[in-house]
C-alpha cells in the first residue's frame, strides 16, 4: 500500500501551487508520486467537474451538488486512487472529502450524517493519511482566485467562486474544525507566507512521515 496525501483550503489559498511544488520534491527524492485532483481525476468524473463548475448551473440544488460530487468520487477512486496506492504509490490529491463536509456541510447547510454516508459509499474504504490544510482569509483567497479566473483562457470554473463571502467564511471554519477534530491526520499551513517558505514547511513534514520503504518501489 502507497501514502495517501490530500490538500485543502479555500479558494485562492495556493494549494494548487504547493501541491505541484511537492509533487516535484517527491519524485526527486525517488518517491513514485501520483498527482490527481477532485473533483476530476479521471475522463468521467472530469465530466462532472465541467457540470459542477459551470457557472450557468447556479440553480443547481445542493443535494444534487454532494450526490455530484460523491459520483466524481466514486469514479476516480476506483480509476486512479486505489490503482496508484496499490503500486505503492504516494498520492496526492487536490481536495478530497473534506472538502465535501467543509463546503457542503458548513457551506451549504447539508446534514454531517448524510454527507459522512455518501463519502464512505463513495471511498471504498479509502481515508487519506496525511491532509495538508492551507489556512488563508477568503477575502484574500477570493480575490486571487477571481483573478486568475479573469486571467486565464480555459473554461470559467467559477460557480463558487461567485458564492457571498460569508460562504466561504463558513467554509474555512469548516476545515479549521475538521483540523481540530482530526488533529493527528491534518497539518495546519498558514497560507499568508510566502509560497517557497510554505513549500519547504510541506516536504519537511511530509518527508518525516512517508515510510521509507516506499522509495523507488517497483
Ligand atoms: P478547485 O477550485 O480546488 O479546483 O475545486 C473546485 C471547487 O469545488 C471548489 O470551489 C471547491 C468545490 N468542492 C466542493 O464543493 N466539494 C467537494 O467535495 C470538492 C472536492 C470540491
Do not use: W
Amino acid at each position: 500500500m502507497g501514502y495517501f496525501i490530500t490538500f485543502e483550503g479555500v479558494e485562492g489559498s495556493g494549494k494548487t501551487t504547493q501541491i505541484k511544488l511537492l509533487a516535484e520534491r517527491l519524485v526527486a527524492h525517488d518517491f513514485n508520486t501520483t498527482l490527481t485532483r477532485e473533483p476530476g481525476g479521471c475522463a468521467i468524473a472530469d465530466k462532472i467537474r465541467a457540470i459542477l463548475l459551470d457557472a450557468e448551473n447556479r440553480d443547481m440544488s445542493p443535494m444534487t451538488e454532494l450526490m455530484l460530487y460523491a459520483a466524481a468520487r466514486s469514479q476516480h477512486v476506483g480509476d486512479i486512487i486505489v490503482p496508484a496506492l496499490n503500486l505503492g504509490n504516494v498520492v496526492l490529491c487536490d481536495r478530497f472529502f473534506d472538502a465535501t463536509t467543509a463546503y457542503q456541510s458548513f457551506g451549504r447547510g447539508i446534514d454531517r450524517g448524510a454527507i459522512d454516508t455518501l463519502n464512505s459509499l463513495a471511498c471504498q474504504g479509502v481515508a487519506p493519511d496525511l491532509t495538508i490544510l492551507i489556512d488563508c482569509d477568503p477575502s484574500i483567497g477570493l480575490a486571487r482566485a477571481r483573478h486568475r479566473i479573469e486571467t486565464s483562457s480555459g473554461p470559467r470554473e467559477e460557480r463558487f467562486e461567485l458564492e457571498e463571502l460569508a460562504f466561504h467564511q463558513r467554509v474555512r471554519e469548516g476545515y479549521q474544525r475538521l483540523a481540530m477534530e482530526h488533529s493527528h491526520r491534518f497539518i495546519v499551513i498558514d497560507g499568508n507566507e510566502k509560497a517557497e517558505d510554505i513549500s519547504t514547511m510541506i516536504a519537511v513534514q511530509v518527508l518525516a512521515r512517508i515510510p521509507e520503504d516506499l522509495r523507488g518501489i517497483r
